[in-house]
């Protein structure tokens, strides 16, 4: 989608090199291979849902060994408006929204979480519950339900899914992440810039892009050829600054007119739940499994949601087999 025809575009119109990591040829021994890799080198976690990120990192470590990403740590400027399926995921929104363990999203996922074989009975999602609580009531206080959400995700999605990422990527490239630096954090989050001075589950676009504010500052300071440049959100980075330029963007979003949005052809269906299916029929066809390749075959195109779940589901299938070899 736009994350892949924005980059293309940028490096057309500022004389960048491009190189291209084409994921369709990601299959076969290469893709278990990664999955293997990104399964041991992260203790057991994830190993399913992005495995490309580590194939990335492998070929661009062949010829640069300083890897600098802006992409995980933003999420302190973007405020959370609702449940998402990698961050604040819908029972924790849920559980911050209603303060009780009377969760119905969370319990609303029994069924699947049975037929994956995660759990037995609904008292461990209560249990669960429990545990979520007892860290909601650890935090001060005096902090907002944003807040709550915030720091939720800094100290549990963050290290759990980007901080995975990172970390097998340091195995073979150095990674650098601005936006997690502890001197940047420590000043942002003291800032209305950040996510933690803004109202729980915030949808008002006006309000919420005051997160963004801090781009077109950085970039008019270090590249300002790039801060006029569309971005794959349909507006320049420039635009966020200025009456006019905040007009544009309402119009666009109103008549829904970005460039880089038209292609529906997203990597995750190239990447991870083709591997999935790949990994399904190969390494999970004796008679014995075929009531579980059933099921995960079900709830994979579900929804993204439910496929995240398959992906830990397969995690656990594939840590199995690993061992037993």
Known sequence: NGD????????????????????????????????????????????????????????????????????????????????????????????????????????????????????????????????????????????????????????????????????????????????LDNDFFESIIQTEVSQFYRPFLETSMLKRIKGQKLYPVILNKTHPDLNKLMSSKGYAPQDIANVFGLAKIFLRKLFKINRFKGNQNWLDSMSTYKGALYYLKNYCSASSESKYNEIVNKYLSKDEYSRSLCFLSLTQTELKRLLNQ
């Open 4 to 179: 892949v025809d924005n980059p293309m575009y940028l490096a057309d119109k500022l004389g960048f090199q491009y190189h291209l990591i084409d994921l369709s040829e990601f299959k076969g021994k290469e893709y278990l291979e990664n999955v293997d890799n990104y399964l041991l080198n992260s203790g057991g976690l994830n190993a399913f849902q992005f495995p490309q990120s580590l194939a990335c990192i492998k070929e661009i470590s062949n010829f640069k060994k300083i890897v600098v990403n802006g992409y995980v740590g933003s999420e302190i400027l973007a405020s959370c408006k609702g449940p998402g399926v990698e961050l604040q995921l819908p029972s924790v929104v849920d559980y911050v929204k209603n303060e009780s363990v009377e969760n119905s999203v969370a319990n609303q996922l029994y069924e699947i979480l049975k037929e994956l074989k995660f759990i037995d009975s609904k008292n461990e999602i209560t249990e669960a519950l429990l545990r979520l609580k007892k860290y909601f009531d650890g935090l001060p206080d005096s902090s907002t339900k944003n807040q709550k959400i915030a720091c939720y995700t800094f100290e549990h999605d963050i290290i759990n899914l980007f901080g995975t990422w990172i970390y097998n990527g340091m195995h073979f490239a150095k990674m650098r992440v601005p936006f």
